[in-house]
Structures are given as structure tokens and as C-alpha cells.
């Protein structure tokens, strides 16, 4: 597997998938998710060019940034869910956070950062397909939630993040999108900031190039760059996973 040859392709789809839909491709950010994948291939990565990388679990993203310590350029982002008890190393190895979700979460993550003298980009995780089993808030809920957060200082609030339905229902999956655009321009209007609403960072390798027609700003790309995700039981070891 050549993964420079991977991200060059992704890459250049996101470009057409941005011509098709008259948008700068300049305004797509492909942020490749190396969940599961060894610091080796995360390196290849990084050699092509890549500097913030995606990993959904916080213990990984703690092993990895260790790994990577000497590495000042190379950021990761934590995409996935966060149990409260896991604010601290958020706070110490993120410098994005995309599954903001509970007011619980931002007061643990404010505390942290606010210690250690830091700030987080955060995106509000909306759950755009109502499915029980997707984290995030429900659409209605995010206007109260966004005010809510304009108290704390160490968040630096850029937008909003979702998981599409999984379908091969391209209508259905579109629906989520248009949820998550209609929902974007609505807090910009309200809120009188709109460059806190600015992002969306919505898409995966099945159904990035549609999001991207719906104003996906950040595209999080996993498998099509790294290829299949590795068996929790052989991929590279992190204890506690
Ligand atoms: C794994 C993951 C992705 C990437 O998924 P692929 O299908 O591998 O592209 C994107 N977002 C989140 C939250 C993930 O956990």
C-alpha cells in the first residue's frame, strides 16, 4: 500500500468533488484518521506532507503523541466520543476536538485546559441521522448549547461535526448533510459570530465527495488512505484500548 499515492488520490477526488460543486478546494481540509494504524505508516503520512492526524480514541492519541514527541509540527485530532474522565489528556495531546457533545464535557475540558494554560478548537457533535446508536445532539439542541459555551474561554469554538447515516442510500445520507447545513446557517445567523459556525467537518471514506456538495469543510478519511482499519487484537499495541 502507498500511502502518499492514497492521500494524492483523495486528495484529487476532494479537488473534482469541489469543482463539481463550485467550491474553492482550498476551502477542504483532508484530514487523514490513522486510528489503528503504527506510527510507521502515520510517518509516511507525515512525509507526504500531513501534519494533523485523526485517532478516536484518546489512549491511542496518548501513545501515538508520545511516539511522536519529537515531532513539534505533527498535531492530532480526537474524533471520537470522550467519557468525561478523559478530559485531562485531551486537554495535554489534542489541538482539536470534534465530538464536543455535553455541557459536563466542556466545563471538564475548560478546568484542564485552563490549568495548563491551553486552548482547544472544538466542534459540536450533532447526531444528524436520530439514530440511538450515534453519539451527538440532536439538531434542535445546538443553538442553547452554542451559547452555553460562549463562557468558556479556553474553547475555541469552529464548528460543527457529524457521522452520516451509514447507507448505500445516497439519499438518505444526503439528508443528514442537508440537517447539518441548514443547522450551520442557522447559528449563524444567530449568534452574531459566524466565523464560530465556519466549519463542518462531516464525510468518511464511503461519503466524503458527497458531503463536500454540502459544504463539508473538513473531510475525515480513514480507510481510503490506510486501507482496511487492523484487528483491535494486531495493530499496534496501546494498552488499556
Ligand atoms: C474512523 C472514523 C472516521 C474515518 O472513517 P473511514 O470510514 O475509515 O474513512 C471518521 N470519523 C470518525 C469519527 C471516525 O471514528
Redesign the pocket.
Given at each position: 500500500m502507498d500511502i502518499a499515492e492514497n492521500l494524492a488520490e483523495v486528495r484529487r477526488r476532494v479537488d473534482v468533488a469541489c469543482a463539481a460543486a463550485g467550491r474553492d478546494p482550498a476551502t477542504v481540509r483532508l484530514l487523514p484518521?490513522s486510528?489503528t494504524k503504527p506510527p510507521p505508516v502515520i510517518r509516511e503520512a507525515y512525509d507526504a506532507g500531513f501534519r494533523l492526524f485523526?485517532e478516536?480514541k484518546v489512549q491511542e492519541a496518548v501513545a501515538k503523541a508520545a511516539v511522536f514527541a519529537d515531532v513539534p509540527d505533527l498535531r492530532w485530532a480526537v474524533?471520537?466520543h470522550l467519557q468525561t474522565n478523559k478530559a485531562k489528556q485531551v486537554a495535554e495531546v489534542a489541538a482539536e476536538f470534534?465530538?464536543l457533545d455535553s455541557l459536563r464535557l466542556a466545563e471538564a475540558l475548560d478546568r484542564r485546559l485552563s490549568a495548563l494554560d491551553r486552548t482547544l478548537d472544538v466542534f459540536v457533535q450533532v447526531n444528524s441521522s436520530g439514530e440511538d446508536s450515534k453519539f451527538g445532539l440532536p439538531p434542535d439542541q445546538v443553538p442553547t448549547f452554542a451559547a452555553e459555551l460562549e463562557r468558556f474561554a479556553t474553547l475555541r469554538v469552529r464548528g460543527l461535526m457529524t457521522?452520516a447515516v451509514f447507507s448505500d442510500d445516497s439519499a438518505l445520507v444526503g439528508a443528514c448533510f442537508d440537517r447539518m447545513r441548514d443547522l450551520q446557517a442557522r447559528l449563524q445567523d444567530t449568534d452574531g459570530q459566524p466565523e464560530r459556525w465556519a466549519e463542518l467537518s462531516m464525510g468518511?471514506?464511503?461519503d466524503y465527495e458527497q458531503a463536500i456538495g454540502y459544504g463539508a469543510t473538513t473531510v475525515?478519511?480513514?480507510?481510503?488512505i490506510f486501507g482496511d482499519?487492523l484487528d483491535p487484537n494486531d495493530y499496534w499495541p496501546v494498552s488499556g484500548r
Amino acid at each position: 500500500m502507498d500511502i502518499a499515492e492514497n492521500l494524492a488520490e483523495v486528495r484529487r477526488r476532494v479537488d473534482v468533488a469541489c469543482a463539481a460543486a463550485g467550491r474553492d478546494p482550498a476551502t477542504v481540509r483532508l484530514l487523514p484518521v490513522s486510528k489503528t494504524k503504527p506510527p510507521p505508516v502515520i510517518r509516511e503520512a507525515y512525509d507526504a506532507g500531513f501534519r494533523l492526524f485523526g485517532e478516536n480514541k484518546v489512549q491511542e492519541a496518548v501513545a501515538k503523541a508520545a511516539v511522536f514527541a519529537d515531532v513539534p509540527d505533527l498535531r492530532w485530532a480526537v474524533i471520537g466520543h470522550l467519557q468525561t474522565n478523559k478530559a485531562k489528556q485531551v486537554a495535554e495531546v489534542a489541538a482539536e476536538f470534534h465530538a464536543l457533545d455535553s455541557l459536563r464535557l466542556a466545563e471538564a475540558l475548560d478546568r484542564r485546559l485552563s490549568a495548563l494554560d491551553r486552548t482547544l478548537d472544538v466542534f459540536v457533535q450533532v447526531n444528524s441521522s436520530g439514530e440511538d446508536s450515534k453519539f451527538g445532539l440532536p439538531p434542535d439542541q445546538v443553538p442553547t448549547f452554542a451559547a452555553e459555551l460562549e463562557r468558556f474561554a479556553t474553547l475555541r469554538v469552529r464548528g460543527l461535526m457529524t457521522l452520516a447515516v451509514f447507507s448505500d442510500d445516497s439519499a438518505l445520507v444526503g439528508a443528514c448533510f442537508d440537517r447539518m447545513r441548514d443547522l450551520q446557517a442557522r447559528l449563524q445567523d444567530t449568534d452574531g459570530q459566524p466565523e464560530r459556525w465556519a466549519e463542518l467537518s462531516m464525510g468518511m471514506s464511503g461519503d466524503y465527495e458527497q458531503a463536500i456538495g454540502y459544504g463539508a469543510t473538513t473531510v475525515r478519511v480513514g480507510q481510503a488512505i490506510f486501507g482496511d482499519r487492523l484487528d483491535p487484537n494486531d495493530y499496534w499495541p496501546v494498552s488499556g484500548r
